[in-house]
Every structure is written in C-alpha cells, then in structure tokens.
C-alpha cells in the first residue's frame, strides 16, 4: 500500500510517502527561524507559511520517493490537536487529494502518531512491528509531556500529563530567561556539555507524585528568581554553562524517574520515547541508563523522526487502513483539541 502523508499541525511542513512500512521519503521544512524573532510560535504565520510551503514539499516527497500522484493507494493527514488554521492547510489539502483520487482518507491523532515513531529505524527507515511489545511512551516536545501505556498496537492509555508548561517549553523559556534564542532547547543541550549539572539545585517538580502527571512551571519560576537574585551570573560564561547543565538536568530526572516508575508499576518490559526533546543527549543518556540498569528494552526515535513530520502520520495511518479501523468521512473537519486518552 502507497500512502501521502501529511503533518501541519504547528509550525514544521511535512509531507511523507511510505509503502509497506517503509519511508520511501520524509520532507520537513521547518518555521523555526520565522518564529525566533518571535520568542514562539505565532499561529496566523505558521498557517501562512503551510500555505507557501506545502506543494514545494509535496512535490519533492513524491519526486524523492519516484511516485506519480496516481500509484497513491490512501491520503492521510494530521486532524489534530494542534493550531487550528495550520492543521486546516494540511487536512484540508490531503481531504482534496483523496477526493480527486477518489481513495480513502485517514484522519490522525499527532500524538497517537508519535508513539509508533520509536519503531521507525535503519536506512532507508522502516517502521517494524514485528517485535512489537506492549511499552510505556514517553512524548516529550514543545507543546506537549505525557506518559501513555501502549498495551498493543493502536491500543494505548494515557497514564498522565502536563498540568502545566511541556518540558521542552521549559527549556525555551529558562533559556530565553538567560539570553538564547528561541528554541533555546538545543542551545542549552550544547552549553550543558561543558556545564556542572550539580552547581546549582532546583526543584524536581512533581518527582515523588503518586501519579504519573508532570508540572515544570514551578521549576521555571524558580529560575526566574535565581536570576532576579544573581544577574550578574550571565555575565560569566561558564556559570551560563552551569546553569544550562543545572536546569537540563532537573528536566531530564523527572522525565527519566518517572518514566521507569510507570514502567515498573505496569509491569512493562520496554520503554520508547519521541518529540522534540528526545532529541536531548542528557535525556537518550540518563533514559538509556536507567533503561540498562531496569533491564528494559529501550527504543527512542531517530533524531529526525523525533520532531514533528509525516513520516510518523503515514505509518500510523496505514496501520490503521491495515486493521481496517473506520474512516473518517470525507468532510470530516480539523480536531484542534483532540486530547489522546
Ligand atoms: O516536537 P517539536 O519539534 O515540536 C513541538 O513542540 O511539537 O519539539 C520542539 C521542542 C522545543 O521546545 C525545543 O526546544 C525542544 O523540542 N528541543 C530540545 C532539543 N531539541 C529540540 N530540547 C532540549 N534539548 C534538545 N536537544
Ligand atoms: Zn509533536
């Protein structure tokens, strides 16, 4: 089965061609320098610039993959959550190719879609499930942290959430307080290797919670009032490192201790991760780590399939087409608010 993805649910342009789990191509044109001069995301730009974007990069994902628009078996596109006027560009575009192909349509969740990228891998990638076992998924970027119990495939309960900021968006905005630029999150990632992690101590919000939820505002507030009490540390250059290890690393314990903890109390043998931050060489370090020392099986999603793309929307969706779940109608509209449960 031939399958066109695409994902437009913030501010990165995908669109992906996969067949038999396999992706045959996965363009990504990122937003991030139009929104840096902006400190985040401006919703009515991203839309825009979807509007500009995603021909040139269906093209090339068709033209990379050496498919004609008529070898297309299925259309799938990202219905939500996201921001409503870049999810419509994308949904929209897919609901007219399948309709002029006249072949089925499939409506996906980003977030469900973002727990089957940890089984993409080798090169060129495929997505195998035939090792497939029941996991604990941690999904972890700027918009979002949870921790979902994946019992099977296309089966899955979210076991806790953010009450508050994402981590990656933690990262942004500590690292904003100190003078990056937006995303500051690989920034911080980058001065953190020459930093002291244990320099200086914040909190680890929510570490010793019964549940599985996260909340990273506190910790943001507090570095705000370390800074309001210690300017002139930002004009020390390896105390910026410190920091940056400091902060990073009260992000990435509660992340990796209450992954393992939800693994445990499940009972499950593998953990995965995906989003943005798994990008984080703290976050792969300390989770495989803890994930060798568990002795659990470990997948986290290749640097490219972490951030957002259709790749993931493409495999998702031909699961879905495989095990024959219904499909949306055709005129079906965008799930701006669409929570996984
Ligand atoms: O998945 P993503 O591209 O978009 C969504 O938010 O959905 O994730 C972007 C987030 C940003 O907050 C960015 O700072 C963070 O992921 N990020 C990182 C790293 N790379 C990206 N955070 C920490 N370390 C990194 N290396
Ligand atoms: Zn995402």
Not at 16 to 41: C, E, F, M, P, W
Not at 161 to 171: H, K, L, Q
Not at 255 to 267: D, M, Q, S
Request: net charge neutral.
């Amino acid at each position: 089965m031939t399958l066109l993805a695409i994902e437009t649910s913030c501010d990165e342009t995908g669109v992906a061609v996969v067949r038999d789990g396999k992706i045959l191509s996965n363009v990504v044109s990122s937003q991030t320098k139009l929104h840096a001069g902006y400190g985040g995301v401006v919703p009515e730009l991203a839309a825009r610039e979807h509007l500009r974007n995603l021909i040139p990069v269906a093209k090339s994902a068709l033209h990379e993959a050496g498919i004609s628009i008529e070898q297309l078996d299925a259309v799938a596109a990202t219905q939500g959550p996201g921001l409503p006027n870049a999810l419509l560009v994308g949904f929209k575009a897919a609901q007219a190719v399948a309709f002029a192909l006249n072949k089925p349509f499939v409506g996906i969740n980003h977030h469900e879609a973002h727990l089957y990228s940890p089984w993409i891998s080798g090169e060129p990638p495929v997505a195998d499930f035939s090792k497939f076992q029941t996991n604990i998924s941690l999904i972890v970027s700027g918009g979002h942290t949870m921790l979902v119990l994946v019992e099977s495939e296309l089966k899955h309960r979210v076991l806790g959430s953010t009450i508050d900021d994402a981590a990656g968006e933690c990262f942004d905005k500590t690292g904003k307080m100190m003078g990056l630029a937006y995303p500051a999150g690989p920034e911080i990632d980058k001065l953190a290797e020459q930093g002291n992690p244990k320099a200086f101590d914040f909190p680890r919000p929510l570490l010793n919670d019964v549940s599985d939820d996260f909340s990273f505002s506190g910790l943001k507030t507090s570095v705000r009032y370390f800074l309001r009490d210690n300017p002139a540390l930002l004009d020390d250059a390896q105390k910026i490192r410190d920091l940056c290890a400091s902060v990073q690393a009260a992000i990435v314990e509660v992340l990796v201790k209450k992954t393992i903890r939800a693994a445990k109390r499940n009972a499950v043998r593998c953990v995965t991760a995906s989003g943005g931050v798994t990008c984080n060489r703290a976050l792969r370090n300390e989770l495989s780590r803890a994930c060798e020392r568990e002795n659990f099986k470990l997948l986290l999603a290749d640097k490219v399939l972490c951030t957002d793309n259709a790749a993931m929307i493409g495999v998702l969706a031909e699961r879905k087409l495989l095990r024959q779940v219904p499909l949306p109608l055709l005129d079906e509209e965008i799930k701006p608010g669409w929570a996984l449960a």
